[in-house]
């Protein structure tokens, strides 16, 4: 493995994108980062910054092209740009449901197809998809999030199989809480059915749509930093799983969903047999 990689960072202007790119390059790695609007905070000869609208698939070619021509090459990928959607199923409108789709599911599978045929003329290379424990379970006002974050889980998990023997590795970092805006200023809301009033403030804390949060507010959790560093040296490791999991509470969340899902087969006789 080079020791100094080309790395193609998506969603780059805050939060989780902007600690990878910071990571990256005190790493001694060339990044090429993209955003929607805001220039990136950060200032290196080794950044290159691409403007880039994730849910549209042409941009996302020539963002790859972009980090290809840089210097030739594309060692990472990493799918971070993406945002989450409250709104009880019931509530959400189709174009709310269209573009979360676009942004959070194929956005990444239009970056992971244009990069691959680089990775595969070069031998190697690594696509990491930001996932998070919405991957693996479900919630009440999170379904539209959670359907994008288990489609990329599903395509993510078939791509790794098809181009394993290519030298092309494939990470899904599942993460929990992180502290960053994502759930605060960065969410957004359908128009709320007050016949889930009741409930949303149950699951949720607050009826109130969108839920007050102070400027600059942050949900809470592991720092993106600590997070960034995770996946740089799991990117560095000569091997490692599937699906990384990471930041406070993801290994307890994903523990009890597993569980709660192995006792929703377990009452099934076919599920009953196996297990006698």
Same mark, same amino acid.
Not at 34 to 62: F, G, I, M, W
Not at 212 to 218: D, L, Q
């Given at each position: 493995?080079?020791? %100094?990689?080309?790395?193609?960072?998506?969603?780059?202007? $805050?939060?989780? /994108?902007?600690?990878?790119?910071?990571?990256?390059?005190?790493?001694?790695?060339?990044?090429?980062?993209?955003?929607?609007?805001?220039?990136?905070?950060v200032?290196?000869?080794?950044?290159?910054?691409?403007?880039?609208?994730?849910? #549209?698939?042409? !941009?996302?070619r020539?963002?790859?092209?972009?980090?290809?021509?840089?210097?030739g090459?594309?060692?990472?990928?990493?799918?971070? =740009?993406?945002? &989450?959607?409250? /709104?009880?199923?019931?509530?959400?409108?189709?174009?709310?449901?269209?573009?979360?789709?676009?942004?959070?599911?194929?956005?990444?599978?239009?970056?992971t197809?244009?990069?691959?045929?680089?990775?595969?003329?070069?031998?190697?290379g690594?696509?990491?998809?930001? $996932?998070?424990? /919405? /991957?693996?379970?479900?919630?009440?006002?999170?379904?539209?999030?959670?359907?994008?974050?288990?489609?990329l889980?599903?395509f993510?998990?078939?791509?790794?199989?098809?181009?394993?023997?290519?030298?092309?590795?494939?990470?899904?970092?599942?993460?929990?809480?992180?502290?960053?805006?994502?759930?605060?200023?960065?969410?957004?809301?359908? !128009?709320?059915?007050?016949?889930?009033?009741?409930?949303?403030?149950?699951?949720?804390?607050? =009826?109130?749509?969108?839920? *007050?949060?102070? *400027?600059?507010? %942050?949900?809470?959790?592991?720092? *993106? #930093?600590?997070?960034?560093?995770?996946?740089?040296?799991?990117?560095?490791?000569?091997?490692? *799983?599937?699906?990384?999991?990471?930041?406070?509470?993801a290994?307890?969340q994903? +523990? +009890?969903?597993?569980?709660?899902?192995?006792?929703?087969?377990?009452? @099934?006789? &076919?599920? @009953?047999?196996? @297990?006698?």
């Amino acid at each position: 493995m080079r020791t %100094t990689q080309t790395w193609l960072i998506t969603g780059a202007s $805050s939060g989780l /994108g902007l600690a990878l790119t910071q990571q990256a390059l005190a790493a001694g790695h060339h990044v090429v980062a993209t955003t929607r609007k805001e220039a990136l905070p950060v200032e290196d000869p080794r950044l290159t910054v691409v403007r880039l609208d994730p849910a #549209d698939r042409e !941009e996302c070619r020539h963002a790859v092209e972009e980090a290809c021509r840089v210097t030739g090459r594309l060692d990472v990928l990493v799918n971070n =740009a993406g945002y &989450g959607l409250v /709104g009880a199923v019931e509530e959400i409108s189709e174009a709310e449901a269209r573009a979360i789709v676009d942004v959070d599911l194929f956005g990444p599978m239009w970056m992971t197809q244009a990069a691959l045929p680089i990775m595969r003329r070069q031998g190697h290379g690594h696509v990491v998809q930001i $996932s998070s424990t /919405g /991957g693996v379970g479900a919630m009440p006002f999170l379904g539209l999030y959670n359907a994008a974050k288990w489609g990329l889980e599903g395509f993510s998990e078939a791509l790794a199989a098809e181009v394993q023997s290519m030298g092309i590795r494939v990470t899904l970092a599942e993460i929990g809480a992180m502290d960053t805006q994502w759930a605060t200023s960065g969410m957004r809301f359908s !128009e709320p059915n007050s016949d889930y009033d009741e409930l949303r403030e149950q699951v949720l804390g607050t =009826a109130t749509v969108p839920w *007050p949060s102070e *400027p600059g507010a %942050t949900g809470g959790g592991t720092a *993106p #930093d600590e997070i960034a560093r995770s996946i740089l040296a799991h990117v560095a490791a000569e091997s490692g *799983p599937l699906r990384l999991v990471l930041g406070d509470g993801a290994a307890d969340q994903i +523990t +009890t969903v597993l569980e709660r899902r192995r006792q929703d087969y377990s009452t @099934q006789p &076919g599920f @009953q047999r196996t @297990q006698n």
